[in-house]
Protein backbone atom coordinates (compact mmCIF):
# COMPACT_ATOMS: atom_id res chain seq x y z
CA UNK A 1 0.00 0.00 0.00
CA UNK A 2 0.76 3.77 -0.22
CA UNK A 3 2.97 4.72 2.80
CA UNK A 4 3.17 8.15 2.02
CA UNK A 5 6.96 8.27 1.24
CA UNK A 6 9.49 10.87 3.13
CA UNK A 7 10.63 10.16 6.39
CA UNK A 8 11.21 13.26 8.21
CA UNK A 9 9.46 14.53 11.23
CA UNK A 10 11.44 13.62 14.07
CA UNK A 11 13.31 16.12 16.89
CA UNK A 12 15.95 18.17 14.74
CA UNK A 13 13.64 18.23 11.80
CA UNK A 14 10.63 19.94 14.04
CA UNK A 15 13.68 22.46 15.46
CA UNK A 16 14.92 23.50 12.35
CA UNK A 17 11.60 24.40 11.03
CA UNK A 18 11.13 26.21 13.94
CA UNK A 19 13.55 28.27 13.19
CA UNK A 20 12.85 28.73 9.78
CA UNK A 21 9.28 29.78 10.93
CA UNK A 22 10.64 32.77 13.33
CA UNK A 23 12.91 33.59 10.68
CA UNK A 24 10.01 34.20 8.44
CA UNK A 25 7.94 35.80 10.98
CA UNK A 26 11.28 38.01 11.30
CA UNK A 27 10.94 38.89 8.03
CA UNK A 28 7.40 39.30 7.34
CA UNK A 29 7.54 41.89 10.66
CA UNK A 30 10.41 43.82 8.78
CA UNK A 31 8.72 44.44 5.59
CA UNK A 32 5.66 45.41 7.26
CA UNK A 33 7.77 48.05 9.41
CA UNK A 34 9.69 49.02 6.20
CA UNK A 35 6.15 49.53 4.55
CA UNK A 36 4.68 52.07 7.38
CA UNK A 37 8.12 53.88 7.25
CA UNK A 38 8.03 54.47 3.04
CA UNK A 39 6.68 57.01 0.93
CA UNK A 40 3.89 55.88 -0.74
CA UNK A 41 4.36 54.17 -3.82
CA UNK A 42 4.22 56.10 -7.18
CA UNK A 43 0.58 55.63 -8.86
CA UNK A 44 0.61 54.12 -11.92
CA UNK A 45 -2.53 55.22 -13.23
CA UNK A 46 -3.91 51.64 -13.37
CA UNK A 47 -6.12 51.54 -10.28
CA UNK A 48 -9.19 51.81 -12.02
CA UNK A 49 -8.08 48.94 -14.15
CA UNK A 50 -9.97 45.52 -14.28
CA UNK A 51 -8.85 42.46 -16.05
CA UNK A 52 -11.85 41.46 -18.53
CA UNK A 53 -13.28 37.60 -17.80
CA UNK A 54 -11.28 35.74 -20.23
CA UNK A 55 -13.38 34.65 -22.98
CA UNK A 56 -12.49 31.34 -24.38
CA UNK A 57 -14.68 29.37 -26.91
CA UNK A 58 -17.52 28.85 -24.52
CA UNK A 59 -19.91 27.47 -27.42
CA UNK A 60 -16.88 24.66 -27.95
CA UNK A 61 -16.36 24.26 -24.38
CA UNK A 62 -19.75 24.62 -22.49
CA UNK A 63 -21.04 21.12 -22.47
CA UNK A 64 -17.67 19.71 -20.84
CA UNK A 65 -18.06 22.80 -18.35
CA UNK A 66 -21.43 22.59 -17.69
CA UNK A 67 -20.80 19.11 -15.93
CA UNK A 68 -17.29 20.06 -14.56
CA UNK A 69 -17.27 23.28 -12.92
CA UNK A 70 -14.06 22.99 -11.98
CA UNK A 71 -12.66 22.50 -15.37
CA UNK A 72 -10.19 25.27 -16.54
CA UNK A 73 -9.36 24.90 -20.28
CA UNK A 74 -6.20 26.67 -19.77
CA UNK A 75 -4.80 24.35 -17.51
CA UNK A 76 -6.79 21.46 -19.29
CA UNK A 77 -4.16 22.49 -22.53
CA UNK A 78 -1.15 22.67 -20.40
CA UNK A 79 -1.97 19.27 -19.11
CA UNK A 80 -2.79 18.21 -22.55
CA UNK A 81 1.14 19.77 -23.67
CA UNK A 82 2.71 17.89 -20.83
CA UNK A 83 0.47 14.53 -22.20
CA UNK A 84 1.84 15.26 -25.65
CA UNK A 85 5.67 15.88 -23.89
CA UNK A 86 5.60 12.64 -22.08
CA UNK A 87 4.33 10.34 -25.14
CA UNK A 88 6.98 11.87 -27.39
CA UNK A 89 9.70 11.55 -24.65
CA UNK A 90 8.78 7.71 -23.94
CA UNK A 91 8.69 7.17 -28.17
CA UNK A 92 12.92 8.71 -27.76
CA UNK A 93 13.53 6.23 -24.54
CA UNK A 94 11.64 3.66 -26.78
CA UNK A 95 10.01 3.00 -23.03
CA UNK A 96 6.43 1.68 -23.47
CA UNK A 97 5.45 1.81 -19.69
CA UNK A 98 6.31 5.60 -19.48
CA UNK A 99 3.28 6.19 -21.72
CA UNK A 100 1.17 4.27 -20.15
CA UNK A 101 -1.03 6.51 -17.93
CA UNK A 102 -1.65 8.92 -20.33
CA UNK A 103 -3.14 6.27 -23.39
CA UNK A 104 -6.12 4.70 -23.37
CA UNK A 105 -5.52 0.72 -23.35
CA UNK A 106 -6.27 0.20 -27.33
CA UNK A 107 -4.35 3.15 -28.14
CA UNK A 108 -1.21 2.32 -25.81
CA UNK A 109 -1.20 -0.91 -27.31
CA UNK A 110 -1.05 -0.03 -31.50
CA UNK A 111 1.59 2.61 -30.20
CA UNK A 112 3.53 -0.01 -27.61
CA UNK A 113 3.78 -2.29 -31.44
CA UNK A 114 5.51 0.65 -32.91
CA UNK A 115 7.72 1.43 -30.76
CA UNK A 116 8.93 -2.70 -30.33
CA UNK A 117 9.17 -3.09 -33.87
CA UNK A 118 11.82 0.02 -33.78
CA UNK A 119 13.37 -1.43 -30.39
CA UNK A 120 13.76 -4.83 -33.15
CA UNK A 121 15.10 -2.64 -35.69
CA UNK A 122 17.11 -1.15 -33.82
CA UNK A 123 15.86 2.40 -34.74
CA UNK A 124 16.21 5.08 -31.92
CA UNK A 125 13.60 8.07 -33.13
CA UNK A 126 15.07 11.41 -32.27
CA UNK A 127 13.09 14.71 -31.83
CA UNK A 128 15.47 17.09 -32.13
CA UNK A 129 14.76 20.80 -30.46
CA UNK A 130 11.45 19.79 -29.60
CA UNK A 131 9.08 22.76 -28.98
CA UNK A 132 5.48 23.13 -28.71
CA UNK A 133 4.26 26.11 -30.53
CA UNK A 134 0.42 26.39 -29.62
CA UNK A 135 -2.34 24.34 -28.69
CA UNK A 136 -6.01 24.89 -29.33
CA UNK A 137 -9.52 22.94 -28.76
CA UNK A 138 -10.67 21.90 -31.92
CA UNK A 139 -13.94 19.89 -30.69
CA UNK A 140 -15.39 18.96 -27.59
CA UNK A 141 -18.38 16.21 -26.98
CA UNK A 142 -20.59 15.45 -24.25
CA UNK A 143 -21.81 12.76 -24.72
CA UNK A 144 -23.66 9.34 -22.44
CA UNK A 145 -20.93 7.46 -23.10
CA UNK A 146 -18.09 9.68 -22.16
CA UNK A 147 -16.70 13.16 -22.89
CA UNK A 148 -13.73 13.56 -25.53
CA UNK A 149 -11.80 16.79 -26.72
CA UNK A 150 -9.53 17.47 -29.75
CA UNK A 151 -6.82 19.56 -29.18
CA UNK A 152 -4.61 20.53 -32.54
CA UNK A 153 -0.84 20.70 -31.69
CA UNK A 154 1.69 22.85 -33.26
CA UNK A 155 4.99 22.05 -32.79
CA UNK A 156 9.02 22.18 -34.28
CA UNK A 157 11.15 19.14 -34.27
CA UNK A 158 14.06 17.62 -36.47
CA UNK A 159 12.75 14.47 -36.79
CA UNK A 160 14.75 11.75 -37.76
CA UNK A 161 15.48 7.57 -36.95
CA UNK A 162 19.77 6.97 -36.08
CA UNK A 163 20.96 3.50 -35.85
CA UNK A 164 21.26 3.01 -32.04
CA UNK A 165 24.19 0.71 -32.46
CA UNK A 166 26.49 3.08 -34.17
CA UNK A 167 24.61 6.70 -34.59
CA UNK A 168 24.23 6.67 -38.34
CA UNK A 169 21.31 8.36 -39.43
CA UNK A 170 18.59 6.16 -41.08
CA UNK A 171 15.91 8.39 -42.06
CA UNK A 172 14.22 11.62 -41.54
CA UNK A 173 15.67 15.22 -41.46
CA UNK A 174 18.19 17.15 -39.18
CA UNK A 175 16.60 19.68 -39.86
CA UNK A 176 13.58 21.71 -37.87
CA UNK A 177 10.12 21.19 -39.36
CA UNK A 178 7.00 22.73 -38.47
CA UNK A 179 4.55 20.04 -37.71
CA UNK A 180 0.81 19.20 -36.35
CA UNK A 181 -0.88 17.01 -34.63
CA UNK A 182 -4.38 16.48 -33.56
CA UNK A 183 -4.98 14.55 -30.17
CA UNK A 184 -8.33 13.41 -28.76
CA UNK A 185 -8.77 12.97 -24.87
CA UNK A 186 -11.35 10.94 -23.43
CA UNK A 187 -12.82 10.63 -20.61
CA UNK A 188 -15.57 8.53 -18.74
CA UNK A 189 -19.27 9.63 -17.48
CA UNK A 190 -19.02 11.56 -14.23
CA UNK A 191 -15.29 11.96 -14.07
CA UNK A 192 -13.89 15.57 -13.12
CA UNK A 193 -11.15 17.54 -13.13
CA UNK A 194 -8.65 16.24 -10.69
CA UNK A 195 -7.34 18.12 -8.51
CA UNK A 196 -3.81 17.83 -7.30
CA UNK A 197 -1.81 17.69 -11.03
CA UNK A 198 -3.30 13.65 -11.87
CA UNK A 199 -0.97 12.06 -14.04
CA UNK A 200 0.81 14.49 -16.14
CA UNK A 201 2.34 15.72 -12.84
CA UNK A 202 3.33 12.20 -11.97
CA UNK A 203 0.53 11.78 -9.44
CA UNK A 204 -2.22 9.07 -9.33
CA UNK A 205 -5.46 10.70 -10.22
CA UNK A 206 -7.38 8.46 -7.73
CA UNK A 207 -5.10 8.15 -4.59
CA UNK A 208 -2.82 11.28 -5.07
CA UNK A 209 0.22 8.47 -4.60
CA UNK A 210 3.60 8.84 -6.62
CA UNK A 211 2.26 7.71 -9.83
CA UNK A 212 3.66 4.09 -10.68
CA UNK A 213 1.52 1.32 -12.58
CA UNK A 214 1.41 -2.41 -12.04
CA UNK A 215 2.51 -4.66 -15.00
CA UNK A 216 -1.73 -4.60 -15.24
CA UNK A 217 -1.47 -0.84 -15.93
CA UNK A 218 -3.14 -0.12 -12.48
CA UNK A 219 -2.01 1.91 -9.86
CA UNK A 220 0.34 -0.06 -7.97
CA UNK A 221 -1.04 1.89 -4.69
CA UNK A 222 -4.99 1.78 -5.14
CA UNK A 223 -5.42 -0.49 -8.00
CA UNK A 224 -7.10 2.37 -10.14
CA UNK A 225 -7.02 1.28 -13.40
CA UNK A 226 -5.40 4.66 -15.08
CA UNK A 227 -5.89 4.16 -18.68
CA UNK A 228 -9.86 3.28 -18.04
CA UNK A 229 -9.95 7.08 -18.49
CA UNK A 230 -12.47 7.09 -15.12
CA UNK A 231 -10.04 8.96 -13.29
CA UNK A 232 -8.70 11.32 -15.77
CA UNK A 233 -8.06 12.17 -19.17
CA UNK A 234 -6.83 9.77 -21.57
CA UNK A 235 -5.57 9.85 -25.14
CA UNK A 236 -7.95 7.66 -27.37
CA UNK A 237 -6.57 8.99 -30.81
CA UNK A 238 -3.12 10.73 -31.80
CA UNK A 239 -3.72 11.62 -35.70
CA UNK A 240 -0.90 13.06 -37.50
CA UNK A 241 -1.63 16.63 -38.91
CA UNK A 242 -0.09 19.97 -40.04
CA UNK A 243 1.47 23.00 -38.47
CA UNK A 244 -1.28 25.63 -38.50
CA UNK A 245 0.47 28.17 -36.60
CA UNK A 246 -2.51 28.39 -33.76
CA UNK A 247 -1.84 30.82 -30.68
CA UNK A 248 -3.12 29.37 -27.54
CA UNK A 249 -3.96 32.61 -25.79
CA UNK A 250 -6.09 33.72 -28.86
CA UNK A 251 -7.75 30.18 -28.77
CA UNK A 252 -8.45 30.59 -25.06
CA UNK A 253 -9.96 34.01 -25.65
CA UNK A 254 -6.83 35.12 -23.36
CA UNK A 255 -5.93 38.82 -22.60
CA UNK A 256 -3.23 39.96 -24.06
CA UNK A 257 -1.65 43.52 -22.91
CA UNK A 258 0.91 45.71 -23.98
CA UNK A 259 3.70 46.16 -20.95
CA UNK A 260 2.74 49.26 -19.55
CA UNK A 261 -0.95 48.14 -19.48
CA UNK A 262 -0.07 44.21 -18.39
CA UNK A 263 2.45 45.56 -15.85
CA UNK A 264 0.53 48.10 -14.57
CA UNK A 265 -2.59 45.51 -13.81
CA UNK A 266 -0.18 43.38 -12.07
CA UNK A 267 0.75 45.94 -10.09
CA UNK A 268 -2.49 46.92 -9.47
CA UNK A 269 -3.39 43.17 -7.76
CA UNK A 270 0.20 42.61 -6.56
CA UNK A 271 1.06 46.02 -4.99
CA UNK A 272 4.12 44.87 -4.14
CA UNK A 273 5.20 43.66 -7.55
CA UNK A 274 8.45 45.64 -9.07
CA UNK A 275 9.12 45.34 -12.77
CA UNK A 276 13.30 46.56 -12.03
CA UNK A 277 13.30 43.37 -9.87
CA UNK A 278 11.64 41.11 -11.75
CA UNK A 279 14.19 42.12 -14.83
CA UNK A 280 17.24 41.24 -11.93
CA UNK A 281 15.01 37.75 -11.54
CA UNK A 282 14.89 37.31 -15.18
CA UNK A 283 18.12 38.06 -15.49
CA UNK A 284 19.34 35.95 -12.95
CA UNK A 285 17.05 33.04 -14.84
CA UNK A 286 18.77 33.92 -17.83
CA UNK A 287 22.29 33.72 -16.84
CA UNK A 288 21.79 30.27 -14.29
CA UNK A 289 20.11 28.60 -17.45
CA UNK A 290 22.24 29.01 -19.76
CA UNK A 291 25.07 28.14 -17.20
CA UNK A 292 23.13 24.54 -16.42
CA UNK A 293 22.68 24.17 -20.24
CA UNK A 294 26.36 24.05 -20.92
CA UNK A 295 27.17 21.84 -17.80
CA UNK A 296 24.03 19.76 -18.78
CA UNK A 297 23.17 19.70 -16.00
CA UNK A 298 19.71 21.17 -15.02
CA UNK A 299 19.29 20.89 -11.42
CA UNK A 300 20.05 24.67 -10.27
CA UNK A 301 17.73 25.75 -12.61
CA UNK A 302 14.50 23.43 -11.99
CA UNK A 303 12.97 25.18 -9.21
CA UNK A 304 12.06 28.06 -11.41
CA UNK A 305 11.15 25.93 -14.85
CA UNK A 306 7.82 24.86 -15.18
CA UNK A 307 7.41 21.24 -15.39
CA UNK A 308 6.26 21.52 -19.26
CA UNK A 309 9.85 23.76 -19.83
CA UNK A 310 11.67 21.55 -17.73
CA UNK A 311 10.56 18.32 -19.66
CA UNK A 312 11.36 19.62 -22.79
CA UNK A 313 15.09 21.03 -21.98
CA UNK A 314 15.72 17.54 -20.01
CA UNK A 315 14.97 15.73 -22.94
CA UNK A 316 17.07 18.17 -25.10
CA UNK A 317 20.11 17.57 -22.40
CA UNK A 318 19.54 13.60 -22.19
CA UNK A 319 20.06 14.15 -26.15
CA UNK A 320 23.38 15.88 -26.12
CA UNK A 321 24.51 13.44 -23.65
CA UNK A 322 24.04 10.13 -25.56
CA UNK A 323 25.15 12.30 -29.10
CA UNK A 324 28.34 13.27 -26.99
CA UNK A 325 27.85 16.99 -27.82
CA UNK A 326 28.60 20.39 -25.64
CA UNK A 327 26.96 23.15 -26.61
CA UNK A 328 29.15 25.98 -25.49
CA UNK A 329 28.00 29.50 -25.46
CA UNK A 330 31.54 31.37 -24.56
CA UNK A 331 31.51 35.37 -23.33
CA UNK A 332 27.80 35.23 -22.77
CA UNK A 333 26.25 38.99 -22.21
CA UNK A 334 22.67 39.94 -22.13
CA UNK A 335 22.42 42.65 -23.48
CA UNK A 336 18.50 43.38 -22.76
CA UNK A 337 15.69 42.26 -21.22
CA UNK A 338 12.68 44.25 -21.95
CA UNK A 339 9.05 43.41 -21.71
CA UNK A 340 6.91 42.82 -24.72
CA UNK A 341 3.29 41.67 -23.72
CA UNK A 342 1.21 40.74 -20.71
CA UNK A 343 -1.27 37.68 -21.10
CA UNK A 344 -3.86 37.25 -18.65
CA UNK A 345 -5.82 34.56 -18.26
CA UNK A 346 -8.12 32.47 -16.23
CA UNK A 347 -5.31 30.45 -13.96
CA UNK A 348 -2.28 32.19 -14.62
CA UNK A 349 -0.37 35.54 -15.46
CA UNK A 350 2.42 35.54 -18.42
CA UNK A 351 4.82 38.26 -18.65
CA UNK A 352 6.91 37.57 -22.02
CA UNK A 353 10.15 39.41 -22.04
CA UNK A 354 12.71 39.78 -25.36
CA UNK A 355 16.35 38.69 -23.92
CA UNK A 356 18.85 40.02 -26.48
CA UNK A 357 22.16 38.47 -26.00
CA UNK A 358 25.64 37.96 -27.70
CA UNK A 359 28.00 34.44 -27.51
CA UNK A 360 30.06 31.98 -29.73
CA UNK A 361 27.14 29.14 -29.95
CA UNK A 362 28.68 26.10 -31.05
CA UNK A 363 28.62 22.15 -30.27
CA UNK A 364 31.96 20.44 -29.63
CA UNK A 365 31.96 16.12 -29.95
CA UNK A 366 33.78 15.66 -26.17
CA UNK A 367 35.40 12.41 -27.24
CA UNK A 368 37.49 14.20 -30.05
CA UNK A 369 37.02 17.91 -28.68
CA UNK A 370 36.38 19.38 -32.40
CA UNK A 371 34.16 22.01 -33.22
CA UNK A 372 31.42 19.91 -35.03
CA UNK A 373 28.36 22.75 -35.20
CA UNK A 374 28.52 26.94 -34.89
CA UNK A 375 30.61 29.34 -35.06
CA UNK A 376 33.88 30.93 -32.01
CA UNK A 377 33.23 34.02 -32.80
CA UNK A 378 30.36 35.77 -30.97
CA UNK A 379 27.05 36.15 -32.71
CA UNK A 380 23.32 38.30 -31.44
CA UNK A 381 20.14 36.48 -30.71
CA UNK A 382 17.23 37.58 -29.42
CA UNK A 383 14.71 34.84 -27.83
CA UNK A 384 11.02 35.14 -26.00
CA UNK A 385 10.96 34.63 -22.62
CA UNK A 386 7.36 33.73 -21.05
CA UNK A 387 7.37 33.33 -17.30
CA UNK A 388 3.92 32.31 -15.71
CA UNK A 389 2.23 32.84 -12.17
CA UNK A 390 -1.04 32.02 -10.47
CA UNK A 391 -3.50 34.55 -10.79
CA UNK A 392 -3.90 36.71 -7.59
CA UNK A 393 -0.37 35.28 -6.16
CA UNK A 394 1.47 38.16 -4.18
CA UNK A 395 4.88 38.78 -5.00
CA UNK A 396 6.91 38.17 -1.27
CA UNK A 397 10.50 38.00 -0.57
CA UNK A 398 10.81 34.26 -0.80
CA UNK A 399 11.80 33.50 -4.60
CA UNK A 400 12.44 29.96 -5.82
CA UNK A 401 15.53 31.63 -7.95
CA UNK A 402 16.95 31.94 -3.86
CA UNK A 403 16.07 28.46 -3.35
CA UNK A 404 13.61 29.43 -1.08
CA UNK A 405 10.21 27.55 -1.22
CA UNK A 406 7.65 30.10 -1.66
CA UNK A 407 5.02 28.12 0.34
CA UNK A 408 7.05 27.13 3.25
CA UNK A 409 9.61 29.68 3.59
CA UNK A 410 11.97 26.27 4.09
CA UNK A 411 15.44 25.87 2.19
CA UNK A 412 14.41 24.30 -1.34
CA UNK A 413 14.94 21.05 -2.27
CA UNK A 414 12.89 19.12 -5.22
CA UNK A 415 11.45 15.67 -4.92
CA UNK A 416 11.71 13.94 -7.62
CA UNK A 417 7.77 15.07 -9.14
CA UNK A 418 9.33 18.58 -8.63
CA UNK A 419 7.90 19.55 -5.62
CA UNK A 420 9.12 21.08 -2.30
CA UNK A 421 10.08 18.02 0.33
CA UNK A 422 8.76 19.87 3.26
CA UNK A 423 5.68 21.19 2.43
CA UNK A 424 4.70 18.77 -0.49
CA UNK A 425 3.66 22.45 -2.55
CA UNK A 426 4.29 22.15 -6.50
CA UNK A 427 6.74 25.22 -6.48
CA UNK A 428 7.35 24.66 -10.50
CA UNK A 429 3.18 25.19 -11.19
CA UNK A 430 3.80 28.92 -11.36
CA UNK A 431 0.88 28.53 -8.28
CA UNK A 432 3.63 30.95 -5.92
CA UNK A 433 5.88 31.92 -7.74
CA UNK A 434 6.97 33.04 -11.23
CA UNK A 435 8.38 30.29 -13.26
CA UNK A 436 9.86 30.56 -16.71
CA UNK A 437 7.07 28.44 -19.17
CA UNK A 438 8.18 28.70 -22.76
CA UNK A 439 11.27 30.24 -24.77
CA UNK A 440 10.83 30.94 -27.92
CA UNK A 441 13.56 31.95 -30.84
CA UNK A 442 12.83 35.73 -31.65
CA UNK A 443 14.42 35.48 -34.90
CA UNK A 444 12.69 32.93 -36.88
ZN1 LIG B 1 -3.63 5.29 -6.88
ZN1 LIG C 1 7.75 24.13 1.05
Same mark, same amino acid.
Not at 44 to 48: C, K, S, V
Not at 243 to 247: I, R
Given at each position: GFTGGGVGGGVIDGFGFFCVLLLIVGVLFFHSFMRRNTAALPT??? !??FRWTTPRYDSALLQPILASDPGFVPETFLQKAQMAFLLVQRAYQDRNVHAARAFLAAPVWNSWSEQVNYLLEQHQRPILENLNVRGLAVTEARAEESGQSVTVHLDYVAAVHFNDDRDGRLISGSEEDARLGEDWTFWRAPGTVTVQGGGATAS? +??? +???LLKLNDDGKCDYCGAEIQSGSYDWVVTNMQRSS? !????TAQGLGLDELDPERGLAAIQAT?????FEQFRGRGQQAFYSLQEAWQARDLSSSR???SPGLYLGWSSQVQQLIELHKINKLDDLRLEELIPIKVTHGQAFDDITVRVTATCADYEVDERTGKVIFGSQSPSRFSEFWTFQRGRGVQTTSRSLQDRVCPNCGAPLELNQVGECRYCRAAVTSGRFDWVLSRIEDADS
Open positions: TGA !QDK +CPN +CGGF !QGVSDPAFDPFM
